[in-house]
């Protein structure tokens, strides 16, 4: 056992190895954790290799692919409605109706397209809701509590009567898409290690697109008479899974650290990173002014090694080391909360460490008004790519040359391809960097948009259909999920769930806003609209290129704070 001759330091290591002593106590965090009791002679002193440098362990891998349950409903939900569209909608009020139900839901196509796109606007108050969620309940225990609408939003859509019935359905379950792209990416985030963040970070877009995939396949497989049902519905068999297993991830480590949960943080980040030298790493996080905690952080670590060293030799201590930390944070051993300076402003800028960030006043702290700007043009400026007009496009494009059938597999085939270019982006993005993937995947796509109007424009239809593909292959791999990932990096722990919300709720406005304006437009001036998406392409890059930092192989915290 280290001691390092400060009295608080025997202290908290011997009430440690007691416990161990005395009998085992488990830290409840997750069944990931349940039964772990760590070997001494792997885990037993700070020699041990740093957590900073860690590769993906099991217990990451495993708790980032449960909680991807969250965004895969998402992508299921986006395009659900896509292939049984006119089953949905083609037979009349006096059709046979099916185990009690209609057999289809007449209506027009202002009423079907305002049941596709509501759920657009349950999204985006999912997403402004999302960060207040993940602060009350944690980022694992919000993510369980938002299956709610994705089981309630299926079985409104299965059993729709009435159209009200299918567009309430879409709603509900918008709002739970809303919140799962806002948490999960913020989860994955702060369970990864620093080497491998954007690869973990991925899993959220892999896993959308692979939803999208899902959906696809049993649309087409269920493409007549009744069974649209079974369509939409399916939904509800994910959220169930992920109601099942979803304890089986364990808690983000950071956010237990926030909320002065120390213990439970160390014992999971000695899980997650398979070692005990987590040391530097609870560092980091103790010298962000987001934890107040101490007015010198060089008289709090001493302190915090201790349970560190304890908790080394006896992983089974830490309920009780717990009580020590605690009492720490409390003020008990006379080390005083800082909260802050007396508030001082600059113009409205908002300068105190114990204010709230909330969605209401994120813009209002000089720290985070530039993340926040940027985090809001990265995803607008995503949807500004017109990249969901190209999956509009794809059957009509694609029936020209094909039959119904063909084209059909061959649509489904783009969704292939998506998740293809999406793992390849995985693979790299730790290697090469969030900057380089972003701009080469944004100056690929104004090339393939730009083919697309041209192939749309001349009738060559050829060109339009191999455009297709491309502009999806260059998309994926970067601008697709390189801002999600970018929204969970520029922000601590402090403002990640209000940056998260407004990230989401940009690109939600900026799916609604494309999504309405675009068939306008193209009545308007032709295909010359794709004009458009390679402009914002070529102005969001160039903005980007100034002001996006690259930010591989840096601790969020570091990152955070080039922007003040």
């Known amino acids: ?212 995939l899902i959906t696809l396949t049993i649309g087409m497989l269920a493409n007549e008479g009744p069974y649209w049902r079974i369509s939409v519905g399916s939904g509800l068999l994910l959220a169930c899974l992920h109601l099942a297993v979803s304890s089986f991830a364990v808690e983000s480590p950071r956010y237990l650290w926030s909320r002065n949960r120390c213990a439970e943080a160390c014992a999971v980040l000695r899980r997650l990173r398979h070692t005990s030298n987590i040391e530097d790493e609870v560092r980091g996080w103790s010298a962000s002014p987001v934890q107040q905690r101490s007015s010198s952080v060089h008289a709090l670590l001493p302190e915090r090694r201790g349970i560190l060293r304890g908790a080394a030799e006896a992983d089974d201590g830490f309920s009780e080391v717990s009580s020590s930390a605690d009492s720490l944070h409390n003020g008990q051993t006379g080390i005083k909360p800082d909260n802050g300076e007396v508030a001082g402003h600059r113009g409205d800028a908002l300068q105190a460490d114990s204010t709230n960030v909330t969605i209401f006043n994120i813009f209002r702290f000089a720290q985070y008004r530039k993340p926040w700007m940027l985090v809001l043009l990265l995803q607008f400026g995503q949807q500004l790519s017109g990249i969901n007009t190209v999956f509009y496009f794809s059957s009509s494009v694609l029936e020209k040359m094909f039959s119904s059938q063909v084209s059909s597999i061959l649509t489904m085939m783009i969704g292939v391809l998506n998740v293809v270019a999406t793992a390849s982006g995985a693979l790299v993005v730790d290697r090469f960097g969030r900057r380089p993937l972003l701009f080469s995947s944004m100056a690929a796509m104004a090339v393939s948009v730009m083919l697309l109007g041209l192939g749309l424009g001349l009738k060559l239809n050829m060109l339009a259909a191999v455009s297709l593909y491309l502009v999806v292959a260059s998309f994926a791999p970067g601008y697709g999920p390189v801002p999600f990932l970018l929204g969970t990096e520029f922000f601590d722990i402090r403002a990640a769930g209000a940056g998260g919300s407004w990230g989401l709720a940009a690109n939600w406005i900026g799916t609604f806003i494309v999504a309405t304006a675009f068939l306008p437009l193209q009545s308007l001036i032709g295909e010359w609209v794709f004009a458009i998406f390679v402009g914002a392409l070529v102005v969001c890059g160039i903005t980007f290129y100034f002001h996006v930092p690259e930010t591989k192989g840096r601790t969020i915290e570091d990152i955070a704070r080039k922007f003040k």
Not at 130 to 137: H, N, Q
């Open 1 to 212: 056992m280290i001691h390092t001759g400060r009295t608080s330091d025997a202290s908290e290591s011997a009430v440690a190895v007691g416990a161990a002593a005395a009998g085992h106590t488990t830290v409840e965090e997750s069944p990931l954790l349940h039964s772990a009791t760590l070997d001494e002679n792997t885990y037993g002193d700070l020699a041990a290799p740093r957590s900073l440098d860690a590769g993906i362990t099991l217990t990451c891998i495993a708790s980032a692919m449960l909680v991807c349950l969250a965004p895969l409903q998402y992508g299921y939900h986006i395009a659900e409605l896509n292939t049984p569209r006119k089953i949905i909608t083609s037979c009349d009020k006096d059709a046979v109706h099916w185990v009690s139900l209609p057999m289809c839901l007449p209506m027009n196509d202002a009423m079907y397209s305002l049941a596709t796109s509501i759920f657009a606007v349950g999204g985006l108050l999912g997403s402004l809701s999302a960060g207040w969620m993940a602060e009350k309940w944690g980022r694992r225990g919000a993510l369980l509590i938002n299956n709610a609408p994705f089981v309630l939003g299926p079985l409104l859509m299965a059993l729709a009567v009435s159209p009200a019935m299918l567009i309430a359905g879409r709603f509900v379950s918008g709002l739970g898409s809303g919140a799962a792209v806002v948490i999960a990416p913020m989860y994955l985030s702060e369970v990864a290690p620093l080497n491998y963040r954007g690869t973990l970070n991925m899993f959220n877009q892999l896993s959308i697109v692979l939803g999208i």
